[in-house]
């Protein structure tokens, strides 16, 4: 039995009204909308010489390229924020949740245009610091949001919605070339620009992504809501539609289905019976009113879709849990060497390649191959498993970094090949944990329970950026990338082992 209150919201109420896969179409739209805003993120591997060579020349000229990645890696303060949104939405709802979390990501954007201008600090707090937090607000609410309404497809949603964060890049990171060098100009060897024209135009850069970002996640954050009742099946796929009665519950293959109003007080039972005649479905009926005030006030506001035999463990529970440190230190291994490819492929290439439009060019072909791959590492995981996902996705990420200082010598073709490969291999990462956190932990409290798992990504950018502006220079992007590519094997060795955790088996 559960016990759930809400206000009613007619936008809601209008989608549900529609057919299963419209339904899924429209709530996706506003999901992977948000992503691909907040997905900006990953282009500031193709903005970072801009940036540095902008502050150098105007701002800082103690500035390096090296410095500027600790931006990235208090952008990647979203986990902490993901709590904040778990908080936020079980405070509020969904969509103020959202809105919360875009705003910040906007005005962020929108005020670095000021701030580049002055100091490499303030730039930092408003394009690290408070983009990292709206990110990771409106990441959380609109994937969990998602997931609600097909909680039967909980990997091939996430991976979809995942893609948007991934396609973002496809999308914004030619927009960004072409504002800022539309004359296709060269870069140092060092990966500096110094053209004076080029350099005036990255502050009105912020500014234009800024109205950009603003009229795409107004639109968006009309639909995203969760739904006005229980859904335990999608009706997507092979599964039927289930249309539930508002006072009775039908019976399919022998499992009664019960229908919640969230805006009244319901209690549902759901139970395995032999089919009934519908003539006597009401003498079967499960559903009985409550006034029980009573509501768990520490529930997310992500709903319980499992059915009632599903383990259920709160962050606190998971914390105690051999498997949830095995998701934590492979999840750590993935981010790094993702972190580092995404932050530092174009610096590493434009030593050897002088063309910035092919550089924007192939990293914008390498995103789009990234946001399918998270679309088909889902769907591999909801048919195979968890582990066999991810495991063939870091041996082939070892394999591409350990080898990628051949394509200095291969040319920019090659090269191209190479940045695809691993932007594929990288896409498991965002698609894959969220379904292992949910199939491990439980449906109810996933969105806390994920901002506490993707934690470890903050931990791994402290690592890259000290190492990036401590060692890079010094070691060279050579050894950079032979170190890296451990990262992705220790993921395998790690998930090889899950199985013999507590939890690990429903990932296996």
């Not at 303060?77 to 079980?90: D, N, Q, R, Y």
Request: aromatic share 14%.
């Amino acid at each position: 039995m559960s016990l759930c209150r809400r206000r009613r919201d007619p936008i809601a109420d209008t989608i549900y009204s529609l057919s299963p896969f419209n339904r899924i179409c429209v709530i996706l739209f506003g999901a992977v909308s948000i992503h691909l805003t907040i997905g900006t993120y990953h282009t500031f591997g193709n903005m970072l010489p801009y940036m540095a060579s902008y502050m150098r020349n105007f701002t800082d000229p103690t500035v390096r390229i090296e410095h500027m990645m600790w931006i990235p890696t208090f952008q990647g303060c979203f986990p902490f924020a993901m709590v904040i949104g778990g908080l936020t939405s079980s405070t509020f709802s969904p969509r103020v949740s959202a809105f919360i979390g875009c705003a910040l990501v906007t005005s962020s954007v929108a005020l670095s245009a000021y701030a580049i201008q002055h100091s490499f600090a303030l730039f930092f707090v408003v394009y690290g610091l408070l983009f990292g937090l709206g990110s990771g607000i409106a990441y959380v609410t609109a994937v969990s949001t998602a997931i609600n309404w097909a909680p039967d497809k909980i990997g091939v949603v996430s991976g979809i919605v995942a893609a948007g964060f991934g396609l973002s890049s496809s999308i914004f990171a030619p927009i960004q070339t072409m504002i800022v060098n539309p004359l296709n100009l060269p870069a140092t060897k060092d990966g500096y620009f110094v053209q004076p024209e080029l350099l005036m135009r990255v502050p009105s850069l912020f500014t234009k992504l800024a109205i950009i970002y603003g009229i795409m996640q107004g639109i968006a954050l009309i639909v995203v809501c969760d739904p006005p009742f229980r859904i335990r099946h999608s009706g997507l796929g092979s599964l039927s539609e289930y249309i539930f009665s508002a006072s009775a519950s039908q019976r399919y293959a022998g499992v009664s289905y019960s229908r919640v109003r969230l805006d009244e007080q319901v209690v549902v039972e759901t139970t395995n019976r032999p089919a009934a005649d519908p003539s006597k479905s009401r003498s079967n009926e499960s559903i009985t009113n409550s006034v029980d005030d009573e509501d768990d006030d520490d529930e997310d506001p992500v709903f319980d879709n499992d059915e009632d035999t599903t383990i259920q463990m709160t962050s606190s529970e998971m914390l105690k849990s051999p498997t949830f440190y095995c998701l934590f230190a492979s999840l750590f291994c993935c981010s790094f060497y993702a972190n580092m490819f995404y932050n530092l492929y174009k610096t590493y290439g434009e030593s050897f390649i002088e063309d910035d439009m092919f550089m924007a060019m192939a990293f914008s072909v390498a995103s789009v191959a990234n946001a399918i791959a998270r679309i088909g590492w889902g769907y591999l995981t909801d048919r195979t498993s968890f582990q066999i996902a991810l495991s063939t996705a870091t041996c082939l990420a070892s394999v591409f970094l350990l080898t990628m200082p051949m394509t200095r010598e291969l040319g920019k073709m090659a090269f191209l090949f190479w940045l695809t490969g691993t932007f594929i291999c990288m896409g498991a990462t965002h698609a894959l944990f969220i379904t292992a956190t949910v199939k491990c932990f439980g449906n109810r409290h996933k969105a806390r329970n994920y901002g506490y798992l993707i934690l470890s990504t903050t931990a791994s950018g402290v690592l890259l950026a000290a190492i990036s502006q401590f060692y890079l220079k010094a070691i060279g992007y050579t050894y950079l990338f032979i170190i890296t590519s451990i990262f992705p094997f220790c993921a395998f060795i790690i998930i090889s082992c899950i199985q013999w955790t507590p939890q690990g088996k429903s990932v296996t």
